[in-house]
């Protein structure tokens, strides 16, 4: 009966959560635009209208789900138990839809604004790291009624992560300006950023980056202020400095001929 519940529950939320996050695919690369381009209004009005038309569908779901949660597990089971625990089920758990938008909308943010590792982080908190231990534990004092609060539980939790991550991103926005060159002695570009000809067995025909020729030990600096945030060695990158400008803005130095910083 629970695992038939549960099922029913996951398909029914896809029909809410696949048109939040078809909306969300959408913002993603205008915020992205609008980011790069220093529209900070344009980016708080897009980011207010996408996350009114997500509200209003978590909304619309909730609604139907503490209303008619009956004639909902009518359409998976005709069992008078199955439709009464399911109902009860669906009651409990829609009582975290509408405080989900916030992780669905701030995980879209980071990831258009570059902080894709915070946005998997909010995914992970969402449907792995808190409702697993959260459905554990409520199950052991709560019984059944305990695994289905753990979905508004973990949706609570992971909306005051998301909503810390936002801010964090907000108050700290890149405010370097123009990037510097970064090799000094020589302008000389090898290879350009985007689609090129491998220039060596196994390398990729999409640069993601640009290649500067340049004396071994020629001087490298950062293109602009920020804090370093790895300089390792990578197979891939030789040695390599890694720079976070703020805001979401990295820079990456790679196949530098030795490290001088840490």
């Not at 009651?91 to 992780?103: A, D, N, Q, T, Y």
């Not at 090898?190 to 980056?209: E, F, L, M, Q």
Request: proline content about 4%; some cysteine; charged content about 10%.
């Amino acid at each position: 009966t629970y695992v038939l519940i549960l099922g029913a529950y996951y398909n029914l939320q896809a029909l809410l959560y696949l048109p939040a996050n078809g909306i969300v695919q959408g913002m993603r690369p205008i915020l992205s635009f609008n980011y790069g381009a220093g529209e900070k209004k344009r980016m708080k009005q897009i980011l207010s209208v996408c996350t009114g038309l997500i509200f209003g569908i978590l909304t619309v779901g909730t609604a139907l789900f503490l209303l008619l949660p009956e004639p909902i597990m009518d359409m998976f089971s005709k069992d008078s138990v199955t439709i009464r625990e399911g109902a009860a089920a669906l009651r409990i758990i829609s009582l975290g839809f509408v405080v989900s938008g916030i992780s669905v909308v701030t995980s879209g943010a980071l990831e258009a604004l570059g902080e894709g590792i915070s946005s998997f982080i909010i995914s992970l908190l969402r449907y792995l790291v808190l409702i697993v231990p959260v459905a554990f534990i409520g199950s052991r004092m709560f019984g059944i009624t305990g695994v289905w609060g753990a979905f508004p539980v973990a949706e609570v939790l992971t909306a005051a992560k998301a909503a810390a991550e936002g801010k964090e991103v907000a108050d700290n926005p890149y405010t370097g300006g123009a990037f510097t060159w970064p090799c000094p002695s020589s302008t000389r570009v090898t290879s350009d950023y985007g689609t090129r000809v491998s220039p060596t067995s196994g390398a990729s025909s999409n640069h993601k980056g640009i290649d500067i020729g340049a004396s071994a030990g020629a001087a490298i600096v950062a293109a602009a202020n920020g804090t370093v945030k790895a300089a390792n060695y990578s197979s891939a990158a030789g040695n390599y400095v890694m720079i976070d400008h703020g805001g979401g803005l990295y820079t990456v130095y790679m196949h530098c001929s030795s490290l001088a910083v840490s």
